[in-house]
């Protein structure tokens, strides 16, 4: 243990710098975020993720966001355990109807103001899974008002990051 | 490796179930189609495979899991999605079709009290329901609910293009999708009687293996982490991010998905791909060793996982587990040595195998998979075939119906792949069986007598797929 965190000492933080912000995150939050919501909340936000019904690989990517290269709390980004502290939902996953109610009830859970960010191509309109019966038709929007749609699937960490950089200015620009 | 297939009766259906109960065959599978059930199960002592169907006579058919219990799960899933109904059944509740209250099993007793935990947890994990019955600190009951991830892949592959099953195969499970590929590929390549190109398989073997790498890097920092050991979760996901930005590197995405495709893989190496290879493995085994050196030697760590969360060789052996849940409990099963495929009939490697079945038995294993993983790399590096990466499938061509079956190791354990394609070279009817069907079932097993507080260490040592299970 102390030779491992003796040489950790002596070779410096493994952190990398930041990605600049998503311009088409901006210009997509642009027109969503009121002034009055930027100026309670300042430059932080607690992000609650839920998963309703991914494959997993946006979890990955998301858990992958606290590693030391990226580091997300330094931009005071943090996750946390209950909607009830939360002011962004991160939603990965088509929505399926076994998890429709939940995601609702989620929703319903987080106070005022809140945003909703809807991770991945299946989150946007089902992706590879659209037109299955088992899945709400149109993605997380059918189901939840969403604020900012990242792509990718699954997103990688850096495209994560700038799109939640892009949320922190959009919310905290005042 | 061939299979054995067969159309068999009822009589022969339930002597199979006997068999299974006896322990002289291992279950592989159960899944359904309209108006027939199949079976896949593997000899115990000769890894031999075979696939049985039964005709299902006014969709009934004898049930598997009234004698055999791993297979509960399976049947009552095909019975929500095809309307099979097995004869016998105990357990009659939906399993993947939610609606109105789900009755759990009950827990009586004096002073017990219920934890309801789920489906949204709270950490960054798929979704699922437990319901633990304790007695003060202690856990008498544990009971999943699953199926909240179920998004209708097997109803989505029917009909589709082989291309486009491609895609879902690959969504299965995410940290998987190097494996769910390369199963329904070998499955279809069965199919069609044809061999992937010889460059591919290898290709195919080297993504598996960071697979492997990537997973466990990363599971042994966060079952670290859930004994509130930081250090070695911050460590092991640096690694973890380094395997994944090498495979980026080398196969154009971080988590390799859509990277294998029937007939090959869907891109080579780029020039400089076996020196940054070669590099990742020598930067891991440069590493990794202190890592070791403190999972095994911080008592606090230890405390926690030795005698945790303990799995019987008994229960491992009956429910067939894969992976290292079954090799932490002394079960010598490896897909990729038996049956075995190809590359890894001509590489040297290890299966580790422990009998001690606790969290501390499955991080070993994992510690030990990571030095075999790298180990297969190195070898394989300099001695990839030359050639093209894919052949072509000629799959329009197909007339009848083709059958195709495979047995490919994943990072949690064996997947089996079943297709059947029709005319047109289109998926008829396609099942993807995660090692997790096995494994869940085996966690509430594990957890019973340990403490509530135990129970994240003890789930991420299994970590099992939601998504996978739930299809």
């Known amino acids: ?174 | 490796m061939n299979w054995s297939r067969s159309i068999v009766d009822r009589e022969a259906w339930q002597a199979a179930a006997a068999r299974l109960h006896a322990g002289e065959l291992c279950l592989l599978g159960l899944w359904g189609e309209p108006g027939f059930v199949h079976m896949a199960v593997m000899q115990s002592a000769s890894n031999e495979c075979s696939v049985l169907s039964l005709a299902c006579e006014g969709n009934r058919y004898p049930s598997v899991g009234r004698l055999h219990p791993p297979a509960l799960r399976l049947e009552r899933a095909a019975r929500d999605l095809y309307g099979l109904e097995p004869e016998g059944l105990a357990d009659t509740r939906p399993w993947l079709r939610h609606s109105g209250v789900y009755p759990f099993l009950p827990a009586e007793g004096e002073s017990l009290h219920q934890i309801p935990v789920g489906p949204v947890h709270a950490g960054i994990i798929e979704p699922g329901h437990f319901r633990f019955t304790a007695s003060g600190e202690t856990v008498v009951r544990l009971e999943a609910r699953l199926g909240y991830a179920h998004k209708g892949v097997e109803a989505l592959m029917a009909g589709a293009s082989l291309e486009r099953a491609a895609q879902l195969a690959a969504r299965v499970s995410g940290d998987s999708t190097v494996a769910f590929s390369l199963a329904y590929a070998r499955a279809v390549e069965a199919a069609l009687a044809l061999e992937a190109a010889p460059r591919a398989v290898w290709l195919r073997a080297l993504m598996a293996e960071l697979e492997r790498l990537a997973n466990h890097l990363g599971d042994i920092g966060a079952v670290c982490n859930d004994a509130a050991l930081s250090i070695m979760h911050a460590q092991c996901g640096q690694l973890r991010e380094q395997v994944l930005r090498a495979a980026q590197a080398c196969f154009g995405h971080r988590l390799m998905m859509d990277c294998v495709i029937p007939g090959g893989v869907l891109r080579d190496l780029p020039a400089d791909g076996e020196r940054l290879l070669s590099a990742l493995v020598a930067l891991v085994r440069k590493e990794f060793p202190d890592l070791v050196e403190v999972y095994d030697n911080t008592a606090s760590l230890k405390d926690r996982t030795v005698d945790t969360g303990i799995l019987s060789p008994a229960l491992a052996r009956q429910f067939a587990a894969g992976g290292y849940v079954g090799r932490a409990s002394g079960r010598n099963f490896d897909a990729r040595r038996a049956p075995g495929y190809a590359p890894y009939d001509r590489l040297p490697f290890e299966v580790p195998v422990v009998q001690a079945g606790d969290v501390n038995a499955r991080v070993w294993i994992r510690i030990r998979e990571v030095e075999q993983s790298l180990a297969l790399i190195q070898a394989m590096l300099p001695q990839l075939p030359a050639g093209p990466i894919h052949v072509a499938l000629a799959a329009q061509s197909v007339t009848g119906a083709r059958e195709g079956v495979a047995l490919v190791e994943g990072f949690r354990g064996d997947i089996l792949a079943w297709v059947r394609i029709g005319a047109g070279g289109r998926v008829e009817r396609c099942h993807l069986r995660d090692p997790s069907w096995f494994q869940w079932p085996l966690l509430e097993a594990a957890i019973e007598g340990n403490i509530v507080a135990d129970f994240p260490l003890c789930n991420k040592s299994f970590n099992c797929s939601y998504s996978g299970h739930d299809l």
């Open chain 1, 1 to 174: 243990m102390r030779r491992l965190l003796f040489k950790n000492f002596v070779r410096g933080p493994l952190t990398e710098a930041a990605p600049a912000p998503d311009d088409a995150a901006i210009a997509e939050l642009a027109s969503r975020v009121n002034q009055a919501a930027r100026r309670r909340l300042g430059r932080t936000l607690a992000i609650r993720e839920v998963d309703a019904g991914s494959c997993n690989g946006c979890e990955l990517e998301i858990h992958a966001l606290g590693n030391v290269l990226y580091d997300l709390e330094r931009f005071g980004l943090r996750f946390v355990a209950s909607p009830r502290h939360a002011d962004v939902l991160l939603v990965t996953g088509p929505v399926t109807h076994n998890m429709r109610e939940a995601l609702e009830r989620t929703y319903q859970a987080t106070p005022d103001p809140k945003w909703v960010v809807a991770v991945g191509a299946c989150a946007r309109d089902g992706g590879v899974f659209a037109g299955s019966a088992a899945c709400v038709v149109g993605g997380v929007s059918a189901v939840v008002p969403v604020d900012l749609h990242i792509p990718g699937c699954p997103p990688s960490p850096l495209e994560l990051l700038k799109g939640l950089l892009a949320l922190l200015e959009g919310v905290s620009v005042t």
